[in-house]
C-alpha cells in the first residue's frame, strides 16, 4: 500500500478553531476562544470566505450567531406531540438509526410549521390523505410523510395522548419505478472504465462496490485493517444498532489490482474525499460518485445500482439464495430470492425459447395407417370394424 505523501495530509486547522459535528452528524467548524462562547465559520477550511470569517473573529468583528428560542408549545397541540415525541425514549428505540432520525425529524417540523398549533384531533385519516395527494408527484416523499405520522400517533396512543390512531387504514403510494434504482449493464460499467482509469479515485470508488457489493455507507469504512489473509471482513452498517450482520468476501484478484494501483487513498479508509479525509457519511460519497457517474456520460447511474448489477450478475452466474445472503449481508431470503427469480426466469426463458418456433410439417411424410393397404383401399375386416363404430 502506498503512503501518502505530506502534500496529502490533511491541514490543521487554524489556531483557536475546533472541528464539531452537530445533531445531523454534519461536520461544523467553530472558532472559539477561553472564556468565549463560540462562533461558526462557515465554507470550506482555508477557502476564501472561511478566511475572511477567521480575520474577522480574530478582531472580535464576529459575534455569536443570535439563536431565536420558540416559545414554548401549548399542550394538545401539534407542535407539542412532536416535541414529546422527539424528546422520548420511544423515538431513540424505533429509529435507531441517525438517517432516520433526521428524516423523521424533517417531516415532522415541517408539518409543525402549518399545524403546530392545531389540536392534535385536527389531524385525521382525511387530513393525511390530502397531505399525501399534495406530494403525490414524488410517491417516496408521500410515503415518508406517512411513516413519520405513523410513529408519532404510534407514541401518542401508548403514551395516551391519543385514543385514536388516524393513520389505520391510510395506505401508502405506488411508487412510479417499482425496480428502484436503475441496475448497471455490463457496457455502463466498461463505459465509466473508460473514462476513469485505473489509478484513480473514481475507480477505486467503482471496484470497491462491484467486487465487494457493499453499500456506500460500508465503503466509505473500509480500510486495510479489513483485510485479513486475503479476506475482506467488515459489519454492515444499515441497521447496525438493531443487529449485528458480519460480512467476510474474498479480496478478488480485479480489486486488489485497483487498491494496489491507485496513489490517492487513505490507511483506515481506502477512499478518502478531495482534502484527503475521511468520508464524512455515505451520503457525501454517494453524491460525488454521482459526479463521477455524470462525468462519464451515465447521469442515470448510482452507487446502488452497482449493487443491483453484481447481484443480478452473480444470480445468473449460479449464485444460490444462501451465497447471495453471505455476499450481501441479507438477514432473509426475500432480496436473494427475487435474484435468483429474476435468474431463473431469464434461464427458463432462453431454454425454451426455440419451442415457439413453429415446426416445419409440409415435406414431412405420412406413414399409412395398418388399416390402408398398399392400394388405398380398407380391407373388408377394416370395414366392418368401422361400420361397427
Not at 439563536?67 to 415525541?85: G, I, M, S
Not at 391510510?170 to 489509478?199: A, C, F, I, M
Not at 460518485?289 to 448510482?302: I, N, Q
Not at 444470480?315 to 435468483?340: C, F, P, R, V
Request: hydrophobic residues 35%.
Amino acid at each position: 500500500m502506498a503512503a501518502r505523501s505530506s502534500s496529502d495530509m490533511p491541514r490543521r486547522l487554524p489556531k483557536y478553531c475546533t472541528e464539531d459535528v452537530d445533531r445531523h452528524g454534519n461536520p461544523r467548524i467553530y472558532f472559539r476562544r477561553s472564556g468565549q462562547k463560540k462562533i461558526r465559520l462557515k465554507g470550506i477550511p482555508f477557502s476564501e470566505p472561511f478566511m475572511e470569517g477567521y480575520r474577522l473573529a480574530l478582531e472580535g468583528k464576529l459575534q455569536p450567531e443570535q439563536v431565536t428560542r420558540r416559545p414554548k408549545a401549548k399542550p394538545d397541540t401539534v407542535r407539542w406531540l412532536v416535541e414529546e415525541y422527539l424528546g422520548s425514549a420511544f423515538f431513540l428505540d424505533r429509529c435507531p438509526a441517525p438517517r432516520t432520525r433526521q428524516v423523521r425529524r424533517r417531516e415532522l417540523e415541517a408539518m409543525c410549521v402549518k399545524a403546530g398549533d392545531e389540536p392534535i384531533t385536527a389531524i385525521t385519516s382525511k387530513v393525511i390523505r390530502k397531505g399525501m395527494d399534495r406530494r403525490r408527484e414524488t410517491p417516496e416523499a408521500a410515503n415518508d410523510f406517512l411513516k413519520a405520522l405513523r410513529g408519532l400517533f404510534a407514541f401518542a396512543v401508548q403514551y395516551e395522548h391519543s385514543t385514536i390512531d388516524p393513520t389505520i387504514g391510510v395506505k401508502k403510494l405506488r411508487s412510479r419505478n417499482p425496480e428502484g434504482w436503475h441496475t448497471w449493464s455490463v457496457d455502463e460499467v466498461r463505459q465509466y472504465e473508460t473514462r476513469h482509469p485505473v489509478g484513480t479515485k473514481a475507480r477505486l470508488a467503482l471496484a470497491l462496490l462491484l467486487y465487494t457489493g457493499a453499500r456506500r455507507s460500508d465503503v466509505v469504512g473500509l480500510g486495510r485493517q479489513h483485510v485479513r489473509e486475503g479476506h475482506l471482513k467488515f459489519r454492515v452498517f444499515k441497521n447496525r444498532l438493531r443487529k449485528h450482520v458480519e460480512v467476510e468476501i474474498p479480496v478478488l484478484p480485479e480489486l486488489q489490482e485497483v487498491i494496489g494501483a491507485t496513489p490517492e487513498k487513505g490507511d483506515l479508509t481506502f477512499m478518502i474525499s478531495d482534502h484527503g479525509r475521511a468520508w464524512s457519511s455515505g451520503d457525501s460519497f454517494g453524491n460525488r460518485f454521482r459526479d463521477w457517474c455524470t462525468e462519464a456520460g451515465l447521469p442515470h447511474c448510482s452507487p446502488h445500482g452497482l449493487r443491483k448489477a453484481g447481484a443480478t450478475i452473480a444470480a445468473e452466474n449460479g449464485a444460490s439464495e444462501a451465497q447471495l445472503m453471505a455476499i450481501y449481508g441479507w438477514s432473509d431470503m426475500k432480496m436473494a430470492s427475487h435474484y435468483t427469480r429474476k435468474a431463473n426466469r431469464k434461464r427458463l426463458a432462453g431454454d425454451a425459447a426455440h419451442l415457439m418456433v413453429p415446426r416445419q410439417t409440409e415435406n414431412e411424410i405420412v406413414p399409412l395407417s395398418s388399416s390402408v393397404d398398399s392400394g388405398g383401399t380398407n380391407s373388408p375386416k377394416n370395414v366392418r370394424k368401422n361400420n361397427a363404430i
